[in-house]
């Protein structure tokens, strides 16, 4: 089945977290895609280099500073658009690998506020254009993470379970209105910062996440399976997508070729 291009009444995709990784490669792929992007994130010159990079490319971007845990901020955004097609909640992230016992309650809280907050500032603030628009998409990526815990992880499985549960929960609220719920969980993934960031710049540590792995998922990868969700005709909901490498079968069962 060939993608769908997106309709005259949504052609506008909002990409948080959209200054590296994940969120860049999908603002990229739903730009090409047809879609008039608007790249939020904190980090301004990222968000513009890349948005100029966009336009360039012959498609349509645009870059707005926002943090999304910041509500005041998020409804200031949100009163620009009358009707969005998609809204792509991509900001978040990891903070430490440290048991229960030991674990830091300040970066737990900033994880929670990050994922979780975040995703529902954002969602709450631009449902109503979502719904305006006749044919909305929410996308939620949590990861496997919010699926099956693991040791030293969980604050992050906390996080992500409670954006899974938010999206399920969504979903079923409302039902019968234009707009679509989408649950994009992804396993490993190796992107330039996100594991670096979970242990707070120790690139030995970093790297030792992927560790005689061959081929994780990188960015383009789950940019492509969020495109590809996007992109199915309006009356198909992909309520959740699980996408992890091949070498990956579980949380906790990696293949290694050390």
Same mark, same amino acid.
């Given at each position: 089945m060939t993608s769908a291009?997106? $309709? &005259? $009444?949504?052609?506008?995709?909002?990409?948080? %977290? *959209?200054s590296s990784g994940i969120g860049a490669a999908t603002a990229?792929?739903? *730009? *090409?895609a047809g879609y008039r992007v608007v790249l939020t994130a904190r980090r301004k010159d990222r968000i513009e280099a890349l +948005?100029?990079?966009i336009n360039a490319a012959g498609h349509q971007a645009a870059a707005y500073t926002l943090d999304v845990t910041d509500r005041a901020a998020v409804d200031e955004f949100a009163t620009a658009f009358g009707t969005i097609g998609v809204l792509v909640?991509?900001? %978040?992230? +990891?903070?430490?690998a440290d048991p229960v016992a030991t674990g830091d309650p300040a970066e737990w809280r900033q994880m929670y506020e990050t994922n979780v907050i975040g995703t529902l500032n954002v969602t709450q603030a631009l449902l109503p254009a979502l719904t305006a628009s006749g044919d909305g998409t929410v996308v939620v990526l949590s990861s496997t993470a919010g699926h099956g815990t693991y040791e030293g992880g969980a604050g992050y499985v &906390? *996080?992500?379970?409670?954006?899974?549960?938010?999206?399920?929960?969504l979903r079923l609220e409302i039902v019968g209105t234009p707009v679509r719920v989408i649950e994009v969980a992804p396993g490993m993934v190796k992107t330039d910062e996100f594991a670096l960031?979970?242990?707070?710049? =120790?690139?030995a540590k970093a790297e030792k996440v992927y560790a005689g792995v061959a081929e994780p998922l990188t960015a383009d990868d789950v940019a492509d399976t969020i495109t590809w969700a996007v992109t199915r005709p309006s009356h198909v909901n992909? =309520?959740?997508l699980v996408v992890r490498p091949r070498a990956q079968a579980s949380n906790t069962k990696v293949h290694r070729e050390l």
């Open positions: 291009a997106p $309709s &005259a $009444s949504s052609r506008i995709a909002v990409v948080t %977290g *959209a990229r792929q739903l *730009a *090409a +948005a100029e990079e909640n991509n900001a %978040g992230g +990891a903070l430490g &906390a *996080a992500k379970h409670a954006e899974h549960v938010l999206a399920e929960t960031t979970r242990f707070g710049g =120790d690139t992909i =309520d959740l």
